[in-house]
Nanobody, 122 residues
Framework: QVQLVESGGGLVQAGGSLRLSCAASGRTFSSYAMGWFRQAPGKEREFVAVISWSGDRTYYADSAKGRFTISRDNAKNTVYLQMNSLKPEDTAVYYC???????????????WGQGTQVTVSS
């Protein structure tokens, strides 16, 4: 069982930056691939970025490439999403997710956090 708690969301102007954090409970955090997803109002939840358990593999949605960076600190049981050059279309609730396989995680996690709101004003 893995419990996930996101933080770091907020209101930022277009072009600004935010860093989201996801703290995980459980001793097996380092054996899970971790990822970030988002859901905008009226839209389905979509994949943003994932990272393998060791951190050596990362995958990004086209919308995130070049602007967002996913990273993890297994000693702190935490995964991060650094978001730069934010755009109004990045406005969404951002969710942290966990799954054993990094490739499978792109389709969705086995465990989810409660989400954190990111709002980008124009």
């Amino acid at each position: 069982q893995v419990q996930l708690v996101e933080s770091g969301g907020g209101l930022v102007q277009a072009g600004g930056s935010l860093r989201l954090s996801c703290a995980a409970s459980g001793r097996t955090f380092s054996s899970y691939a971790m990822g970030w997803f988002r859901q905008a109002p009226g839209k389905e939840r979509e994949f943003v970025a994932v990272i393998s358990w060791s951190g050596d593999r990362t995958y990004y949605a086209d919308s995130a490439k070049g602007r967002f960076t996913i990273s993890r600190d297994n000693a702190k049981n935490t995964v991060y999403l650094q978001m730069n050059s934010l755009k109004p279309e990045d406005t969404a609730v951002y969710y942290c997710a966990a799954k054993r396989g990094v490739s499978e995680l792109v389709s969705g996690g086995d465990y989810w956090g409660q989400g954190t709101q990111v709002t980008v004003s124009s």
